[in-house]
């Protein structure tokens, strides 16, 4: 199968175009309608074979998935909408066209649940592992993307869902002995290999009209911690006995004697959203967002200080120097 042809199986099953879309996929470019009093958000993400998937941890459908999750979820952590999307596909002789297609239908249905579109993107060779590249348009009221750099002394810091579940999920799935633990841990595995970005509770945040800072928990929750206290130029404390976790999370760490906070601190992929928004403005907003179906946890607060993260576990206080997953760092 050549390139071409590669490129039409591929994209044969997304249905009809919406009346947005001037120009599809199958020209030089796509080109969209822009809305009125909106501005574009533009986010990209490059997921690597044997860095951030293996076969023995995710099947193509989950592979395509996951990538467009992470697209997706920057776009929610903006207050955004995900749009359209460009796939670009480093593509070794290892992968068949019928794994691509089964990537591709991950893809698909993760973009369907969202509104969102593949519109365009390239296909080459790879000599060895199969590169992803997902760069992802989104739109948001213009003037009012919500940053990361707004975050206050006094604010509450909240998440918006439970975390560890990523990083729990693939400490399983790596066992040799993972398919008894798969059997006994689904959500785990579900949590790894499906995660939903909150874009609901991205958009809901913004049409609040507060102040709130906002990030995505992609690299671990301390790591966005200390993102959102250097773009703010304030301290954030942590406090790990308000962390939500899963029961499945709980659980399994006992099974296996393991700290479930470090999961949920460093273990990332969860792609909630972390932010702060003001404390006179808390018990409102925790009560309306609970009548619309989102969930809102307080789980620390925000000081004057240095910038930096502490963490209160057990009663004492750290600072956590830890910053979650760097590529340039980690090996």
């Not at 590669?6 to 099953?13: G, S």
């Not at 932010?275 to 009548?291: F, I, S, V, Y």
Request: aromatic share 6%; charged share 25%.
């Amino acid at each position: 199968m050549d390139e071409f042809a590669l490129i039409r199986f591929l994209l044969n099953k997304r249905g009809p175009a919406p009346a947005e879309v001037e120009v599809d996929a199958g020209d030089d470019a796509a080109v969209m309608k822009s809305e009125a009093g909106m501005s574009t958000i533009f986010a990209c993400d490059t997921m690597v074979e044997t860095v951030h998937f293996l076969p023995e941890t995710m099947q193509p459908e989950d592979i395509g998935w996951k990538c467009m999750a992470a697209n997706i979820s920057d776009v929610a952590a903006m207050g955004g909408k995900p749009n359209y999307a460009l796939v670009s596909l480093a593509v070794p002789e290892t992968w068949k066209p019928e794994a691509l297609k089964q990537l591709y239908t991950g893809m698909h249905e993760i973009c369907r649940r969202f509104g969102t579109r593949v519109v365009g993107g390239d296909t080459v060779r790879s000599p060895q592992h199969l590169v992803v590249t997902i760069s992802l348009m989104g739109s948001v009221e213009s003037g009012r993307s919500l940053l990361r750099s707004t975050a206050r002394p006094g604010d509450v810091l909240f998440v918006t869902g439970e975390l560890g579940g990523s990083a729990a999920g693939l400490h399983l799935m790596l066992r040799e002995d993972r398919h008894l633990w798969m059997e006994r841990y689904p959500g785990l595995v579900k949590a790894h290999r499906r995660p939903l970005p909150d874009v609901k509770a991205g958009r809901w945040l913004l049409q609040t009209g507060c102040t709130v800072s906002c990030d995505d928990v992609s690299d671990g929750l301390a790591h966005e911690a200390w993102e959102i206290a250097e773009a703010s130029g304030v301290r954030l404390v942590l406090d790990g006995a308000r962390l939500p976790l899963a029961e499945e999370v709980r659980s399994y760490a006992r099974e296996i004697g393991q700290d479930p906070l470090e999961w949920a601190l460093s273990g990332g992929e969860d792609f909630h959203l972390v932010g702060t928004l003001p404390q006179a403005d808390w018990p409102r907003l925790h009560r309306e967002a609970g009548r619309v179906g989102i969930r809102l946890f307080a789980v620390g607060r925000v000081e004057e200080g240095v910038p930096g993260v502490d963490c209160i576990v057990d009663g004492h206080r750290r600072e956590r120097v830890q910053k979650g997953y760097n590529h340039f760092s980690n090996g």
